[in-house]
């Protein structure tokens, strides 16, 4: 019964390259949430989705990042042109349904560094 | 909008104290509460939770009541060990909208021996 699954762990990249995080959601799960946690911060909301779909992106920046959950496969959170300041960890979570009493089970993390 | 709001940490205890840590929220409605630990390098777990007033969560020794008269949900352990040194968050989730949880900023908790 695996959980929730976020690769890589670890990524480094340069200014101006691209990132890409993937998360695969428990089994029978189809609500995605996306999470940036900066350095000595909370858990900031970015993107809500449900298979093919964005329900909320309200904490998404405007510009450079986008995040998709097509019918087959991951959800992908990507950002474009990396400045340093999207240093942070990622943290992808999965629920089975949008009730107010369903918790969240949150992955490890993708923990990303701009150099 | 909702907002959650925690003791700021680090808290810092020796072995088998008592442990208590603050939260209390602003809703607009009746959320479900819950409380979340992050062990270092890990991503968050489900502590503990309670979905209506006066409701008590309770999960390997810690507990923490829903009180709506005070708008709060304190995290209590009555013996803490070296092994929950952690951050803790509190969150809420409320019905109606897109549930998406209010977070804490999370409470660093460190046991020395």
């Known amino acids: 019964n695996a959980g929730v699954m976020q690769n890589p762990r670890h990524l480094v990249r340069r200014r101006g390259q691209e990132a890409r995080l993937r998360c695969s959601p428990m089994?029978?799960?189809?609500?995605v949430y996306w999470y940036r946690q900066l350095p000595e911060e909370g858990l900031k909301f970015m993107v809500y989705?449900?298979?093919?779909?964005?329900?909320?992106e309200s904490g998404m920046p405007k510009e450079r990042f986008s995040a998709e959950f097509p019918k087959e496969g991951p959800s992908i959170l990507r950002i474009q042109q990396v400045v340093r300041g999207d240093s942070a960890a990622y943290f992808c979570?999965?629920?089975?349904?949008?009730?107010?009493?369903?918790?969240?089970?949150f992955g490890p993390g993708t923990r990303l560094t701009v150099t | 909008g909702n907002s959650v709001t925690q003791m700021e940490g680090p808290v810092t205890l020796s072995e088998e104290a008592f442990l208590t840590i603050n939260c209390t929220y602003t809703?607009?409605?009746?959320?479900?509460l819950f409380w979340y630990v992050q062990y270092p390098g890990e991503g968050l777990q489900l502590l503990l939770k309670?979905?209506?007033?006066?409701d008590k969560g309770s999960n390997k020794g810690f507990e923490a009541t829903y009180r709506k008269e005070t708008t709060s949900f304190h995290l209590e352990k009555g013996s803490v060990q070296v092994s929950d040194s952690a951050v803790y968050f509190c969150a809420l989730s409320e019905e109606g909208g897109s549930y998406i949880p209010t977070f804490g900023r999370g409470t660093s908790l460190i046991v020395h021996p």
């Open positions: 809703a607009t409605g009746y959320p479900s």
């Open positions: 979570a999965s629920s089975p349904s949008r009730a107010p009493n369903g918790e969240q089970y």
């Open positions: 309670a979905t209506k007033a006066d």
């Open positions: 089994k029978g799960h189809s609500h």
């Open positions: 989705l449900q298979k093919e779909n964005i329900i909320d």
